[in-house]
């Protein structure tokens, strides 16, 4: 089991940046696929963006080219800094650690994200 905790979120206005992190408990971080996943109200989950363990990165695309993920393996911590943001980004973000081909069963509490002018 992992447990995840998600931070950064807050009010920006439109076009401003934001960068969330995601630290995530015990050893198997660095092994670990991690995701960004969002949730706006009255929609589904969706996928934003992937890193594996070896540093290869996905992105949804309508994130391509203003979101960045990242991970620091020492710390434990997955990063997303987001830029040019939109209205339309507005949600609950999440977190979780898997595997290449799957998400895991465990996500954070999640961080809200507004975009409101």
């Known amino acids: 089991q992992v447990q995840l905790v998600e931070s950064g979120g807050g009010l920006v206005q439109p076009g401003g940046s934001l960068k969330l992190s995601c630290t995530a408990s015990g050893d198997a971080f660095k092994v670990r696929t991690m995701r960004w996943y969002r949730q706006a109200p009255g929609k589904e989950r969706e996928w934003v963006a992937g890193?594996?363990?070896?540093?290869?990165?996905t992105y949804a695309e309508f994130v391509k080219g203003r979101f960045a993920i990242s991970r620091d393996n020492a710390k434990n911590t997955m990063y997303l800094q987001m830029d040019s943001l939109k209205p339309e980004d507005s949600a609950v973000y999440y977190c979780?650690?898997?595997?290449?081909?799957?998400?895991?069963?465990?996500w954070g509490q999640g961080t809200q994200v507004t975009v409101s002018s």
């Open positions: 890193i594996t363990a070896g540093g290869s990165i």
């Open positions: 979780n650690a898997g595997s290449v081909i799957r998400p895991g069963k465990d």
